[in-house]
């Protein structure tokens, strides 16, 4: 069973930075490609960002473009969405999720192992 633990969500002003990270467990095909979603009360869960463990495939949201970085540390396990600028629309809980190398990562359905989320909050 493959776990993602989630961390470094908090409150910021807007024109401030977080990074947050998930680590998961085990690096599988399962594993293969993580992504970063976020949620907003009322809202559908929203693709934020996607990156494979050979950074071959690093992908953004529209709304994140240009202020929000992934990255991963393959030693550690580790993925790291680094956000900057931060807006008040960007508050949300930041979903951490893994799948498989194939098919769509820009759906939450693909996703097969979630982490427990981290709340984000920027204030105005």
């Known amino acids: 069973q493959v776990q993602l633990v989630e961390s470094g969500g908090g409150l910021v002003q807007a024109g401030g930075s977080l990074r947050l990270s998930c680590t998961t467990s085990?690096?599988?095909?399962?594993?293969?490609?993580m992504g970063w979603f976020r949620q907003a009360p009322g809202n559908e869960r929203e693709f934020v960002a996607a990156i494979s463990w050979s950074g071959d495939i690093i992908s953004y949201g529209d709304s994140v473009k240009g202020r929000f970085t992934i990255s991963t540390d393959n030693a550690k396990n580790t993925v790291y969405l680094q956000m900057n600028n931060l807006r008040p629309e960007d508050t949300a809980v930041y979903y951490c999720?893994?799948?498989?190398?194939?098919?769509?990562?820009?759906?939450?359905?693909?996703?097969?192992?979630w982490g427990q989320g981290t709340q984000v909050t920027v204030s105005s």
């Open positions: 999720g893994a799948k498989n190398p194939y098919g769509s990562y820009y759906g939450t359905f693909a996703y097969a192992y």
């Open positions: 085990r690096r599988t095909l399962s594993t293969n490609i």
